[in-house]
């Protein structure tokens, strides 16, 4: 007995030092690094995936090709865990607007001030409440809603959805083939799965659920345990569920793209679907509440900026294939109609940009909006939201009374 538990106690210091020696290789791996090794501001949270943390202070990256920091800002997350000015649940006797999307609304890469929900307050004179969180998409935003948002009572809610990657993210096989660098998603199934994929799917959910034990010192120090539950449970998913998720969109192709037209394979007719289901609860949900829903629809830079087409220099598969650009805007714009939502694209106001100054409001690789970027979108959305905050909400140019019920 006293030699097993003394061979138990060298197992145990054993491993000990073998993750101390992790810990100090991936900090001097990350050392000299700007893009790599920094704690995140959020952590991961059953209820929604992953949320800020409350009175999270730290600085936010801008990286280019060859991890190149291109800028830098200092991000201060609320006491009510958003990415926001200081707030109080209880209105303050304006109008309140409240935005949910992803890291394009939370917007860690421009000064506080120069984000397009800061410019839409001094625009409007309405509050803005910001719930954008880097890598969310609509089924973490219905969920934001439901745990959070609705306590909140506004009087809209603007939903940005980003064209790029919320249709991809929102379908669970999809999910599944993509490495997104974020904890997994504690709620993801889906109907008609094999035998191989509801065990891909159950343990994504069990790494999720481990995540949300890590107490908060061990996520906010500790590298390798950020690693483990975000990078590698990803990237082992994409490689040990490869066939159970289903064909590749077209090999050697990355599978976004898969946006930008039909859905070909089985994966992208689920995400789109998804995407739909989402957007009707959503809707549903925030009506129900008394306040009005509107959706705005962000695209890529590369949809309307040739020299932003950097897969075709590094995924030689893709040349010769003609992406249709418009196909998620009439799907989701006819969408959208049907269940008499209001909404508008993005596009047009950040393309106009383009051609005029030259400037694509986006930066160089990362694709997030700059400053000049947000000052474009809010000069766009004003109207928009304006119009979301009177009787007589717009529908893709119609109002409300001018769109026929759906049968």
């Known amino acids: 007995m006293k030699a097993f538990a003394a061979n138990l106690l060298l197992l145990a210091v054993g491993l000990c030092v073998a993750l101390a020696m992790a810990e100090g290789l991936a900090a001097v791996a990350s050392r000299g690094r700007p ?48 990415r926001d000015l200081p707030r109080h649940r209880p209105r303050d006797g304006r109008r309140r607007v409240l935005v949910l999307g992803d890291s394009f609304v939370e917007a860690l890469q421009v000064d506080f001030d120069d984000a397009f929900t800061a410019r839409l307050e001094r625009l409007l004179d309405a509050e803005v409440l910001n719930f954008g969180v880097s890598g ?11 745990h959070d948002g609705r306590r909140y009572h506004p009087d809209a809610v603007l939903l940005v959805l980003h064209v790029g990657n919320d249709v991809l993210e929102n379908g669970p096989r999809l999910f599944l083939k993509f490495p997104h660098g974020l904890p997994p998603k504690p709620w993801l199934h889906t109907t008609d799965a094999s035998p191989a994929l509801r065990a891909c799917l159950a343990i994504d959910r069990a790494a999720a659920h481990l995540a949300t034990l890590l107490p908060d010192t061990v996520w906010a120090r500790s590298r390798l345990a950020r690693a483990t539950f975000t990078s590698a449970v990803g990237g082992g998913l994409q490689l040990g569920c490869a066939d159970a998720t289903g064909p590749a969109l077209i090999p050697g192709v990355p599978e976004g793209l898969g946006v930008y037209g039909e859905p070909r394979t089985p994966a992208w007719e689920e995400g789109w679907r998804e995407t739909e289901r989402l957007l009707h609860h959503l809707a549903s949900r925030v009506r129900a509440t008394g306040a009005r829903f509107g959706v705005a629809l962000g695209p890529v830079d590369a949809e309307y900026d040739p020299q932003r087409r950097w897969y075709e220099a590094l995924q030689p598969a893709t040349r010769g294939h003609e992406w249709d650009f418009e196909y998620p805007y009439r799907r989701l714009g006819g969408f959208l109609a049907r269940e008499r939502v209001p909404w508008t694209s993005l596009v047009p106001p950040l393309r106009t940009h383009y051609e005029v100054t030259g400037d694509p409001g986006s930066y160089e690789w990362d694709g997030h909006w700059t400053a000049s970027g947000h000052a474009v979108v809010a000069e766009a959305l004003a109207p928009f939201v304006a119009e979301l905050l009177t009787a007589h909400p717009v529908i893709g140019g119609l109002t409300l009374d001018a769109v026929p019920e759906t049968k």
Request: charged share 20%; proline share 5%; glycine share 12%.
């Open 35 to 82: 893009c790599s090794g920094r704690v995140p501001l959020w952590r991961p949270d059953g209820a929604v995936g992953w949320a800020l943390v409350p009175g999270a202070r730290g600085d936010a990256v801008v990286c280019g090709a060859n991890q190149r920091e291109i800028a830098r800002h200092r991000v201060e997350i609320n006491a009510l865990g958003h």
């Open 136 to 146: 969310y998409s609509t089924d973490n935003e219905l969920r934001a809603w439901a």
